[in-house]
């Protein structure tokens, strides 16, 4: 039993390790065969010797050679500037056989399925090559002898722009077969790049107004700054009044100032104002650069009012400080009480 189990074993590793050989292998074929025929399709020349050449020359200019010149003159003959998707089949197979790993149960019906949708996309590519383009270098037109037969024969019938928009819809169809992609995921896709595009773009115009705004802002602030100390350095720095004294001696205070030497005081007078002690001399709470520098945090203030005053005198108190100001032409003193 064990035997059996064994020699099962290896069969199924012998056949998995021959698939994946002969898969190997069809790969490498299908590449060299896509690259020799995308040169000998690059390198085309109309005086090499073909199929539809006549005349006596010998010389081969297709990198391929007498066997490369023929075959690219056929297929050009037969289908135009589209015989290049034949390369580009070549490989998208080249492709699918190194991304899959062993071969699918109805795999088959998938094949013959891509194949069809892969030569409508060819015919119709062929009919639009020749309604659209010019043939250049090539003897036939821009489609070949397919193109011709398919994008003449409905522009006969349904006119340029019927025939343009058949065979447009018979392309995506084909592709729709040939690649298995859905044109509707594409359509949102391309809807969900587009609108991430518009708003990057929103979000960089924001960012560069935000950035050209703050470049006037910034401008226009050393422009004040620069004003401002030009006025500064032209305007007269505040006149600083003393401060006004606490208190002031009273008439009775200046009286007794004379002293009698011989009248004993009497019993019924009040005692002499000599007994109580004089109030200590005032200290200036502000210095003069700091009362200068309120003077200026005052027409500071003021301006963010846009109400343009000078302080041309401060007078410092023991509780408020007074400032003078003298408000500039067309500024009314109601402004500025106002904002009291």
Known sequence: MSDTQAQARSSVRFTSAVARGLRESAMIAIGVVALVLFAALATYSPDDPGFSFTGSSTVVHNRIGPVGAWLADVLFFLLGRPAFLLPVALAASCWALLRRGRSEPGSHMNTTVRIGGFLLVLIASCGLTTLHWQPGLLRQTA?????????????????????????????????????????????????TWVWDGIGWLRTRGASARDAAEGRERRQARQEAVKSEQKKAALRAPPRIEPPAPLFEKSERAEKERQVPLFDPPRANELPPLKLLDDPPPREALYSAEALEALSRLVEMKLKDFEIDAEVVAVQPGPVVTRFELRPAPGVKASQITSLA
């Open 143 to 191: 489609g070949g002898v397919v193109g011709s037969l398919v994008g003449k024969g409905l522009a006969a019938g349904l006119d340029f722009l019927g025939a343009t928009l058949l065979l447009i819809a018979a392309w995506m169809a084909g592709a729709s077969l040939a690649f298995g992609m859905s044109w509707f995921s594409v359509m949102d896709r391309v809807g």
